[in-house]
Nanobody
């Protein structure tokens, strides 16, 4: 079993940046694709970005493309989400998940507890 733990959330002004981290403990981290999802108040959880097991493929939601960058360090069992040019619409709880490569929530078996990101206008 893989247990992801997110960190790095916080309050930032619009136009600012944050970097989220997700450390995965437990079983071997590297065979899994790692995804970031987010859930805003009153909305369903949505896909943000995914990176394949060894970083050779990445995919982003249209809403974050060009602003967010996903990366991973398998030696540290850590995946990152660099978020630039943040907008108030990016306000949400951000979740890290381990599973198969793709944008569907159903592909991911292991989920973290989430970290809050709040972007003020």
């Amino acid at each position: 079993q893989v247990q992801p733990v997110e960190s790095g959330g916080g309050l930032v002004q619009a136009g600012g940046s944050l970097r989220l981290s997700c450390v995965a403990s437990g079983r071997t981290f590297s065979p899994y694709a790692m995804g970031w999802f987010r859930q805003a108040p009153g909305k369903e959880r949505e896909f943000v970005a995914v990176i394949s097991a060894y970083g050779e493929s990445r995919h982003y939601a249209d809403s974050v493309k060009g602003r967010f960058t996903i990366s991973r360090d398998n030696a540290k069992s850590t995946v990152y989400l660099q978020m630039n040019s943040l907008k108030p619409d990016d306000t949400a709880i951000y979740f890290c998940a381990a599973g198969d490569y793709g944008s569907s929530i159903s592909l991911y078996k292991y989920w973290g507890q989430g970290t809050q990101v709040t972007v003020s206008s």
